[in-house]
């Protein structure tokens, strides 16, 4: 079948799914001869709710796993669906009727080469946890350990390539027919949500990125990653060891247990931070059944098919951005905006820094554990037309986590702001990084990076000079390229001289 043909069938199907649910409001706008709105009165179930948050929730459940993914990012993109729609939509969880234990065997034993009794000592058939991707079993290893083994859906791969090829086709036509929507990049948002299901469909990647994340908090008493069982792990099949501990959002079943909630808040807020800022590393779907408190207060993260990466300078950018918002000074923001390449320079900086004031006042101005930056960034998102500024996808995913987190920390602590107390581990690392001693020290790197390149430097102009005295004509291009690299050798042994005479005064 033609992928024109076949997309737009599906996209029939698709329709009449979110009219049975409803899940489209404004069709009287859309469509005011009523044609539209007549239509979904008729296909409409009953007993529907009565928000269009959770109606919409309701279809993408049914529409299967891609949309479910979909939704859950929609829920950061309040400038899109609105803020009422956002928050429904953030409570949509990722979890489906469990398959079969049998098939679920059948796949250990298939990527792993051997009978599963060979290989678990036990194997329970019933998931305890099933979602779009996955489902997880625990089991226990022949040396007797006790393990959690993720198994991938049957079929899951073929499912995600149909749903992933009719995204990017309306993205591109999106691209090419509405040139307002450009400054969004729907096929670069699409490719990194690609990005995402692709490494959620390996479990070998999930392996390293827990592997990963683990060495990154060897030692920390705050936060732990279960160990990987490589030899019992493949591309559909990943073993790791069992944890124990409560739901991070279970208030009361941790206060019962001892735990102080306050303080697991904070600590939740470093490890938040550290991942981050200090790590560019960070787990991308820390919802509450992900993340569970230990007997002696540790967090312990699960479920690591979603992480993101964020480079040095975006990181700093970012955290001179929430200092900006966290302190008040909109015109550090604005300057990060623009410094960064996120507003165009030919927009007005005063004129931005007129409208991040009016969308942070609102919120910044809210008492205390009322405020939530997530929902800042969101309203960023509301001033980004009017700036021609374009979405970043690499931090939409932060975003999600963030949101996720704050929803987290109103359960667990509702009259404490986490952020808060992650903003000195901020200033800190701003200091750290951006302080004096931190440039000194890009200035030493610079002239080290340049002094090892010295010998080839050196055995270049050796080999130029005996072609000289060999009466060797150099065509005009060498003569300028040489002459360009000695002025920058001047400018390299000047630099060595002021780091040498910042690195004493500092």
Not at 91 to 99: I, S, V
Not at 260 to 268: F, P, S, T, Y
Not at 274 to 281: A, E, I, K, L, P
Request: aromatic fraction near 8%.
């Amino acid at each position: 079948m033609l992928r024109g043909p076949r997309n737009l069938f599906r996209l029939l199907k698709i329709a009449l799914t979110l009219a049975r649910h409803d899940a489209v409001p404004g069709l009287e706008f859309v469509d005011p001869s009523g044609v539209l709105p007549w239509i979904v009165r008729r296909v409409r179930r009953e007993g529907l709710p009565a928000r269009p948050g959770p109606r919409l929730a309701q279809a993408l459940t049914e529409l299967g796993p891609s949309f479910v993914k979909i939704g859950q990012a929609l829920s950061t993109r309040a400038d899109f669906v609105g803020e009422e729609i956002a928050a429904d939509l953030s409570e949509l969880q990722d979890h489906l009727a469990p398959f079969p234990g049998a098939a679920a065997r059948a796949t250990v034993e298939a990527e792993l080469g051997r009978p599963i009794r060979e290989i678990y000592a036990s194997f329970d058939d019933e998931a305890i946890a099933a979602a779009s991707i996955a489902q997880v079993h625990f089991a226990t290893t022949i040396e007797g350990e006790a393990v959690a083994v993720k198994v991938l859906r049957p079929g899951v791969e073929a499912q995600f390539a149909r749903d992933l090829d009719l995204f990017f086709w309306l993205a591109h036509r999106a691209e090419r027919h509405v040139p307002a929507l450009r400054r969004l990049k729907p096929v670069e948002v699409v490719g990194k949500f690609a990005e995402t299901v692709a490494m959620e469909m390996d479990l070998r990647l999930e392996a390293a990125a827990a592997a990963e994340l683990g060495g990154n908090f060897a030692g920390d008493p705050e936060f732990r990653v279960p160990r990987v069982d490589w030899t019992r792990t493949a591309r559909r099949v990943l073993t790791m060891e069992r944890i124990e501990g409560i739901p991070v959002d279970e208030r009361e079943a941790l206060i019962a247990a001892g735990h102080d909630v306050q303080e697991i808040l904070a600590r939740a807020a470093r490890t938040f931070f550290r991942q981050v800022f200090r790590d560019g590393f960070f787990h991308g779907d820390m919802h509450p059944g992900n993340i569970f408190v230990a007997k002696d207060g540790a967090l312990v993260a699960v479920d690591f098919g979603i992480t993101g990466r964020i480079d040095k300078r975006t990181r700093i950018f970012l955290a001179e951005m929430l200092q900006g918002f966290l302190t008040g000074n909109y015109a550090q923001v604005a300057s990060v905006h623009f410094r960064a390449g996120y507003v165009p320079a030919d927009q007005s900086e005063g004129a931005f820094i007129q409208a991040c004031r009016a969308i942070a006042e609102p919120i910044m101005g809210r008492p205390l554990n009322e405020i939530s930056l997530a929902r800042l960034l969101a309203q960023l998102f509301e001033v980004t037309e009017a700036f021609h500024m374009e979405t970043q996808p690499q931090l939409l995913l932060l975003q999600k986590s963030m949101l996720v987190c704050e929803g987290v920390g109103r359960k667990l602590a509702p009259e404490v702001n986490m952020w808060t107390m992650a903003e000195p581990l901020v200033t800190a690392w701003m200091i750290e990084n951006r302080g004096p001693a931190a440039r000194a020290r890009e200035v030493l790197d610079l002239v080290v990076a340049r002094v090892d390149d010295l010998p080839n430097f050196f055995n270049n102009l050796e080999r130029a000079t005996a072609a000289i005295a060999q009466g060797v004509k150099l065509n005009p291009e060498a003569l300028a390229a040489l002459g360009g690299r000695s002025s920058t050798w001047w400018w390299m042994l000047a630099a060595l001289v002021l780091g040498v005479v910042l690195g004493k005064v500092l």
